[in-house]
């Protein structure tokens, strides 16, 4: 993922974490992710996704739970399979430190940081 593309609607924050405080665009062109594990969580349809994750050159080990949704087909018959992939991390373990306080109490960023995805893969078909 390109960091320079984040748009959470608001432009002055979007500029904000776009800053050295936080992605540092200028330096960091990439935010990435690579499995090294996927299991089976011991539930049915669970498991438990494990990798690399990399934000401004820092890469530490991350675990996410993963829900599979199941296998369908589209109106034009397309297979695809649904997944639903949730995890958190802390922020400053990637030095993104950026923060200011608030005049009703509290600072404006939370360190935990909730990731959550929707992914749908589609089956490719036979050329």
Same mark, same amino acid.
């Given at each position: 993922m390109n960091p320079s593309s984040i748009d959470t609607g608001e432009k002055k924050r979007d500029e904000h974490l776009k800053s050295a405080g936080f992605f540092d665009i200028e330096k960091?062109?990439?935010?990435?992710?690579?499995? !090294?594990?996927?299991?089976?969580? %011991?539930? !049915?349809? &669970?498991?438990? *996704?494990?990798?690399? &994750?990399?934000?401004?050159? +820092?890469?530490?080990?991350?675990? *996410? !739970? +993963?829900?599979? $949704? $199941?296998?369908?087909? !589209?109106?034009? $018959?397309?297979?695809?399979? %649904?997944?639903?992939?949730?995890g958190k991390i802390n922020r400053k373990d990637w030095g993104l430190t950026g923060n200011a306080a608030l005049d009703s109490g509290g600072v404006m960023v939370s360190d935990e940081v909730s990731i959550n995805c929707e992914v749908e893969l589609l089956k490719q078909k036979s050329a």
């Open positions: 960091n062109k990439k935010i990435t992710f690579i499995s !090294d594990s996927f299991e089976k969580s %011991g539930k !049915d349809n &669970l498991y438990n *996704l494990s990798g690399n &994750l990399t934000i401004k050159g +820092v890469t530490r080990k991350i675990k *996410l !739970d +993963v829900e599979f $949704g $199941g296998i369908m087909k !589209d109106p034009y $018959g397309n297979e695809k399979a %649904g997944f639903t992939i949730n």
